[in-house]
Each structure stands twice: as structure tokens, then as C-alpha cells.
Antibody
Framework: EVQLVESGGGLAKPGGSLRLSCAAS????????MNWVRQAPGKGLEWVGR??????????DYGAPVKGRFTISRDDSRSTLYLQMNTLKTEDTAVYYC??????????WGRGTLVTVSS | DIVMTQSPESLAVSLGERATINCKSS????????????LAWYQQKPGQPPKVLID???TRESGVPDRFSGSGSGTDFTLTISSLQAEDVAVYYC?????????FGPGTKVDIK
């Protein structure tokens, strides 16, 4: 069974940092292109960024609101995706989801982890 | 960036009646090399993560009731709930995963009339 389990959320101060993890199982993680998506309280869904597989160059793309502040990385030996969030702003408060998209089965989402940025 | 729009913003339908949600993309999400539309529909209930209902515009996910169906191609898509049930009250989103940044529609809230 495919599973994506996010962790690492919590409370951070404006200007602070937090690192999220997403543990993957049930598929070949090293072949997968992985994404982060977030949802602010009461708001819609926003794509944060994507990392390609190592064989595809491990290229990373970011959404405009987080570019230069967030870093996506992966550890294929641990089947884990990371999101390093620096210089946090109150508007980064959201539930953060990791997702991947399979060629046959389409999108698969984790259950998310809540990040709250507040003084 | 591909802009996704949805209509209506909200709708109220009687139990057992049909609900139709439209989604439009600012450019085609049909990938010519595999003839697939890179479009998904999600259902989200309060306090829960989005649930994938439909991917590739018309493929129902395993376990999703057959009253949910997706149609359309290119830039215009529709999610239909053929006979609304009480448990279908939720917000519904469309998403394109044709190109980054992946973008979502603003959501359509479905309620019981």
C-alpha cells in the first residue's frame, strides 16, 4: 500500500525555521518526482514546489511565494522527502502535504502536517 | 502559469438530484504524447486532507462511488455527482498537474438544499 506520512510541523516564530519530513512507502521512492502542497486555514490549495528524481537530475522548482526561503531535498536511502523552511512568515501558516503523481494511478497525498507561524 | 477557474462558487442541491461543477484551465492540459488530460478532482471535508476522486480527467479512483464522474478534455472539464447524498457535502477542487506550478481551482462548496 502506498503511504506518505508527513511530520515535523509545529509552532515557529516569524523569521524562524522548521524542517518537515515526508516518509514514503509502498513504491519506488527513488523513481518518484515529489511535491509539497500547502493549505492555509480556511483557504484553497497552493503548490509549494517539486523535486525530480535523481535520474532526472534532481531538479527543484518552487512556487513564487517560497522561492529563496524554502528548500526541498530528498534522501532516497531513507525514502524521505524534506522541506526546509527558513525566514518563516505568518502567511506560511498552513497544513503542508507531500504528494506524488503516478503514471497510471495519478496523484497520491499524505495526510499533512500543520505549521503555525506566530509570535 | 496555468490558471484554473471553477463554477459555480457554491451550489445547493436536493438529495438524490444531480450536481455539476465546471472547471476551466487557461491552457490545454492534454499531453499529446500520451493523449491524457493531466487534471484531477478532489473532495475535501472539514478537518480532512483532500481526497482524490478522479484523475486523468475521467478515471475514478478505487473505492469512489460511481455516482461521481469526470468528463472533458483540453481546457474544459466537468465533475458530476449523479445523485447527491448527504455525505457528499464538501468542497470540491480541480487541479492541473500538466506543468509546474501545479495549480488548483478556487473550490466549489456543495451543500444540501
Amino acid at each position: 500500500e502506498v503511504q506518505l506520512v508527513e511530520s515535523g510541523g509545529g509552532l515557529a516564530k516569524p523569521g524562524g525555521s522548521l524542517r518537515l519530513s515526508c516518509a514514503a512507502s509502498g513504491f519506488t521512492f527513488s523513481d518518484a518526482w515529489m511535491n509539497w502542497v500547502r493549505q492555509a486555514p480556511g483557504k484553497g490549495l497552493e503548490w509549494v514546489g517539486r523535486i525530480k528524481s535523481k535520474s532526472d537530475g534532481e531538479t527543484v522548482d518552487y512556487g513564487a511565494p517560497v522561492k529563496g526561503r524554502f528548500t526541498i531535498s530528498r534522501d532516497d536511502s531513507r525514502s524521505t522527502l524534506y522541506l526546509q523552511m527558513n525566514t518563516l512568515k505568518t502567511e506560511d501558516t498552513a497544513v503542508y502535504y507531500c504528494i506524488t503523481i503516478f503514471e497510471i494511478d495519478g496523484p497520491c497525498w499524505g495526510r499533512g502536517t500543520l505549521v503555525t507561524v506566530s509570535s | 502559469d496555468i490558471v484554473m477557474t471553477q463554477s459555480p462558487e457554491s451550489l445547493a442541491v436536493s438529495l438524490g438530484e444531480r450536481a455539476t461543477i465546471n472547471c476551466k484551465s487557461s491552457q490545454s492540459v492534454l499531453y499529446s504524447s500520451d493523449n491524457k488530460n493531466y487534471l484531477a478532482w478532489y473532495q475535501q471535508k472539514p478537518g480532512q486532507p483532500p481526497k482524490v476522486l478522479i484523475d486523468w480527467a475521467s478515471t475514478r479512483e478505487s473505492g469512489v462511488p460511481d455516482r461521481f464522474s469526470g468528463s472533458g478534455s483540453g481546457t474544459d472539464f466537468t465533475l458530476t455527482i449523479s445523485s447527491l447524498q448527504a455525505e457528499d457535502v464538501a468542497v470540491y477542487y480541480c487541479q492541473q498537474y500538466y506543468s509546474v506550478p501545479f495549480t488548483f481551482g478556487p473550490g466549489t462548496k456543495v451543500d444540501i438544499k
